[in-house]
């Protein structure tokens, strides 16, 4: 399969799942909040939703802002687990814009918009689920993505990881050059 079939494949598998299925499973399981008796998870509606905004908007930059930096700089695609790669991996360690804060930005503006459903639709199943989520993700990239990058760009994704959050930008500003 050529180069670009395999990013456009990796993206529409990713869209697919990420943007459509994950969101509708969050839809879903806020049906499910009658075990917690009528409970809501916050109890305006006005905080609720300028909520929701926030980690929409925070969620969308970042999950855009990183994908066009791994396709432009990387030269690859986000699409690979456990080995096996749909689009072409990434060929440079990528270090700048939003990859300074978050070794991984598509992940966390991923939960942030996952988070902004789970806010818009005062689900608690929906938080309890996006939380192990999280931890699954954790691992994932533990086991599977940070080992791929070790191999493939060894001591200067070391240094990177020691320098830079794993999903969480804990500051956006006076954030030093990793370079």
């Not at 990013?7 to 459509?20: E, M, Q, R, S």
């Not at 096996?84 to 440079?92: E, G």
């Not at 990528?94 to 804060?101: H, K, Q």
């Not at 791929?148 to 500003?173: A, C, H, Q, S, T």
């Amino acid at each position: 399969m050529n180069r670009t079939l395999r990013f456009i494949a990796g993206y529409l598998i990713g869209f697919t799942l990420f943007i459509v299925l994950v969101p509708y499973g969050f839809y879903r399981l806020s049906q499910c909040d009658a075990v917690f008796q009528g409970r809501l998870l916050i109890s305006s509606d006005l905080l609720r939703y300028v909520l929701s905004a926030v980690f929409f908007i925070a969620g969308a930059i970042f999950a855009a802002w990183s994908n066009l930096f791994l396709f432009t700089l990387g030269k690859g695609g986000p699409t690979d687990a456990f080995g096996v790669s749909i689009s072409p991996q990434t060929q440079k360690l990528v270090t700048t814009g939003p990859y300074r804060y978050s070794r991984n930005p598509m992940v966390f503006g991923a939960f942030s918009l996952y988070a902004s459903l789970v806010i818009f639709l005062n689900s608690i199943t929906g938080l309890i689920v996006l939380f192990c989520f999280l931890l699954l993700a954790i691992l994932f990239l533990k086991k599977s993505e940070e080992k791929r990058l070790i191999r493939d760009f060894g001591e200067e994704y070391l240094e990177y990881r020691k320098k830079v959050p794993m999903i969480f930008p804990v500051k956006l500003r006076n954030r030093k050059k990793v370079n």
